[in-house]
């Protein structure tokens, strides 16, 4: 009876100290369903469920389920979601440190970008990490040119138009702001009826969501001349990251490091198709010679001399690390 008894006990603790672990995280996202960034999101959650054998599940909330980003951001706050992915808005709010990649003509073309992004990746994850946030993986989704109705070529000629650009986009509304150009905020569903009313005159957006919301039949105008990269960022909350087992961590975020370098490639030639698509519809490309992408330069480089923006809203020692690494680029 007492060997019985014993094997009982033991059974019991082989069983549920190897099944009975299991563990869902949810994670919300605004990339719509069955989009490149969907289908990332659902590619990753299957490789961590065979990881782990099964233990852990990602469960994705795609096309806004969760709400907009400060809703989805709240609910990461409190544990009612595990993890985000966040655009340049959302991580504004995490800390306003974290705009500083997409600073405007700070970095100039892809190569340099994906440099930067790996000499730096350290620092923004302790930015992150001090926030109670866990850095993944960081997203690429374009580079920000200027739509308009009429040209634009100088900062002056945007100077005399009604500038719309996303609430919520802290650090950059106040450069946009401090070179002197009139913003209008609004959010996403607002920038193609601004367009129709006169109510705005020009939208600094990436060619694939100006295709994407239809804003090239109206401001048909394009500034060849990319102003900044569009990043996002998959982010977990750090309390959440900490209850999966750490034999797991590093295999979950080398498949994440795999997935986005398909995505960002996916990402870059979907912009590509989506500028041939209005070109083909009557978009027209203005070209920047040298001394637009000059003019452009000299303001935004005054700007960023001042203290204001730089060491107020962005840290000046993060500033100099990036400008470090983009000499560092150009120079090699």
């Known amino acids: 009876m007492q060997i019985r008894r014993i094997l009982l006990i033991f059974i019991f603790i082989f069983f549920t100290g190897t099944t009975v672990f299991s563990l869902t995280m949810k994670l919300g996202s605004l990339a719509p369903r069955n989009s490149p960034w969907d289908k990332t999101l659902n590619e990753i959650a299957a490789e961590w469920k065979t990881i782990s054998g099964g233990k852990i599940q ?15 951001l709240r609910k990461l706050r409190v544990g009612a979601l595990d993890g985000m992915i966040a655009s340049t808005m959302g991580l504004n709010k995490i800390s306003t440190d974290l705009f500083a990649l997409s600073l405007p003509l700070l970095i100039h073309d892809e190569g340099e970008l994906n440099f930067v992004m790996n000499k730096t990746y350290e620092t923004f ?32 000629d945007l100077e005399s138009q009604k500038l719309g650009f996303t609430t919520g986009e802290v650090v950059f509304t106040q450069i946009l702001k401090d ?41 048909d105008n394009m500034l060849d ?15 959440s990251w900490k209850k999966i087992p750490e034999e797991y961590r590093q295999d979950f975020l080398d498949v994440i490091k795999e997935k986005i370098i398909t995505l960002d490639a996916e990402a870059l030639a979907l912009e590509k198709t989506a500028l041939q698509v209005m070109l083909d519809n009557g978009l027209t490309v203005n070209a920047a010679n040298n001394d637009v992408v000059a003019a452009w330069k000299d303001i935004v480089n005054d700007l960023y001399a001042k203290e204001g923006i730089i060491g107020s809203l962005v840290s000046r020692d993060i500033y100099n690390e990036i400008i470090f690494y983009t000499e560092e680029y150009r120079n090699n």
Do not use: C
Request: glycine share 10%; charged share 15%; proline share 6%.
């Open 225 to 239: 001349f990319q102003l900044a990269p569009i990043l996002g960022a998959i982010v977990f909350s750090e309390r």
């Open 125 to 156: 994850h302790k930015i992150m990490s001090d926030k109670g946030f866990e850095l993944v993986g960081w997203t690429k989704a374009g580079w920000t040119n200027v739509f308009s109705r009429d040209p634009v070529y100088y900062p002056r």
């Open 58 to 72: 990602l469960k994705i909330y795609p096309g806004g389920i969760t709400g907009n980003e400060d809703d989805t």
């Open 179 to 219: 070179l002197g150009f009139h913003i209008v905020p609004g959010d996403s569903i607002d920038w193609l009826t601004g367009l129709q009313s006169g109510r705005t005159d020009a939208l600094l957006l990436s060619s694939l969501i100006a295709a994407a919301y239809q804003i090239f039949p109206i401001a």
